[in-house]
Each structure stands twice: as structure tokens, then as C-alpha cells.
């Protein structure tokens, strides 16, 4: 079984400062990673995943994340934030790349980006 | 690339009546369908995975003949409230996989629902 833990709910940051969300997962199998990011009454949009290669991952929106199995964590970064990157974040796992095991979510992050 | 529609995206109903919310996948075949609700301020949680054509398979503690799923086709799969409750008032959100390219996790953008 996986599970993810993300170790901040919530995150305040001042605009133009770097920010870095932390997760760390558990998994008995292959573990492949996600981060989404969710505004207010919307769905979820895909930041960016890890499924195999390299591990420093570049997503979208100026997000990257580096997947460290040693220390079984996937840490999202951003070198200069926005007020725009205001949301809720969450990171994910999965233990296929396909079929039908559901994503395992974390509690999320709340990122408050100030002006 | 892969897209989920899904509606309606809120809906407001009275307490004892059923609500159904639809995704179809636009672009792809969606092989396994995943049904989530979100509580105010809380993660996503599972309630059920399906795939086309059998029964959904449930979480413990999900009450499968309240939250009934259909997964008839593999561009549409439903998820019907009955006798919906206050308690029942969340966000649902599903999220397709199919094969292939389209084997990723495509979201749709959620039901508000609140019952009255």
C-alpha cells in the first residue's frame, strides 16, 4: 500500500521568494509521484509527475520537484512565487503506471502567497 | 490531450432527493474510472474504482447503494446520490484512466454539491 504525508498544511511566503513544499511517500512497490495543484471550487491541475529517468522533474508554472528514494521524499519547488500560486497543493502517489490503482493523495499544502 | 467532462458542476438539491453526476472522457477510452469526495478544507478521498462494464469496486465505509456508480460505456461513467442528506454535501471529483498514452490520471473539474 502507499501513502503520502505532507508535512505542512500550510505554507506563507512573500512574493518573489522561493518556496518548497515538502512530501514524503511510503510504498512497497514502484511508486511513481504527482503534484497538483487546486484553486478554490476547481478540479485538480497537474504541476508535473516522476515516473522513471531522471529525477530532478520540471513541471509547469516554474514548478519542479526531485524525487529522492533514498529519502523517499518529492519536495515541489519554486525559485520565485507569485501571488497566482495562491491554491491548495497536493502530492500523490501511485504504485502503477497504468490499470486501476487510484491515486493516494496527501492532505495538501496550502500555499498563501503575500504581497 | 486527454480531457474529462464533467457536470454539473454545482447543483443544489432537497434533502431525500437523488442527484447524478456525469464524466465522459472527450478524447480517449476510459478503461477505470476513480470517484473521489473532498470535504471543506481536506484531501481527496477514494469512495470507488470501476472499470468499463463491471461493478464498482467501493472503500471501506462508502455505502454503495447510496452512491451508486455506472460504468456502462467507456466514455461515461455516472455517480448517483440517492436520498441525498446535508451530510451527503461535498465536492465530487472523478478522474479517468484509459491505455496507452491516455494511461495518466485525467481529472474533471468537480460537482459542488449541496443538499438542503
Known amino acids: 500500500a502507499q501513502s503520502v504525508t505532507q508535512l505542512d498544511s500550510q505554507v506563507p511566503v512573500f512574493e518573489e521568494a522561493p518556496v518548497e513544499l515538502r512530501c514524503n511517500y511510503s510504498?512497497?512497490?514502484?511508486?511513481?509521484l504527482f503534484w497538483y495543484v487546486q484553486y478554490p471550487n476547481q478540479g485538480l491541475q497537474l504541476l508535473l509527475k516522476?515516473?522513471?529517468?531522471?529525477?530532478l522533474v520540471k513541471g509547469i508554472n516554474g514548478f519542479e520537484a526531485e524525487f529522492n528514494k533514498s529519502q523517499t521524499s518529492f519536495h515541489l519547488r519554486k525559485p520565485s512565487v507569485h501571488i497566482s500560486d495562491t491554491a491548495e497543493y497536493f502530492c500523490?502517489?501511485?504504485?502503477?503506471?497504468?490499470?486501476?490503482?487510484?491515486?493516494?493523495f496527501g492532505k495538501g499544502t496550502r500555499l498563501s502567497v503575500i504581497a | 490531450g486527454a480531457v474529462v467532462s464533467q457536470h454539473p458542476s454545482r447543483v443544489i438539491c432537497k434533502s431525500g432527493t437523488s442527484v447524478k453526476i456525469e464524466c465522459r472522457s472527450l478524447?480517449?477510452?476510459?478503461?477505470?474510472m476513480f470517484w473521489y469526495r473532498q470535504f471543506p478544507k481536506q484531501s481527496l478521498m477514494l469512495m470507488a474504482t470501476?472499470?468499463?462494464?463491471?461493478?464498482?469496486?467501493?472503500e471501506q465505509g462508502v455505502e454503495k447503494d447510496k452512491f451508486l456508480i455506472n460504468h456502462a460505456s467507456l466514455t461515461l461513467s455516472t455517480l448517483t446520490v440517492t436520498s441525498a442528506h446535508p451530510e451527503d454535501s461535498s465536492f465530487y471529483i472523478c478522474?479517468?484512466?484509459?491505455?496507452?498514452?491516455?494511461?495518466?490520471?485525467?481529472f474533471g473539474s468537480g460537482t459542488r454539491l449541496t443538499v438542503v
Open positions: 478522474s479517468a484512466r484509459g491505455t496507452g498514452r491516455a494511461g495518466g490520471y485525467t
Open positions: 516522476y515516473l522513471s529517468g531522471s529525477t
Open positions: 478524447d480517449f477510452q476510459a478503461t477505470t
Open positions: 500523490a502517489v501511485s504504485g502503477s503506471k497504468q490499470g486501476n490503482t487510484p491515486l493516494v
Open positions: 470501476s472499470n468499463e462494464g463491471s461493478k464498482a469496486t467501493y
Open positions: 510504498s512497497s512497490v514502484s511508486v511513481y
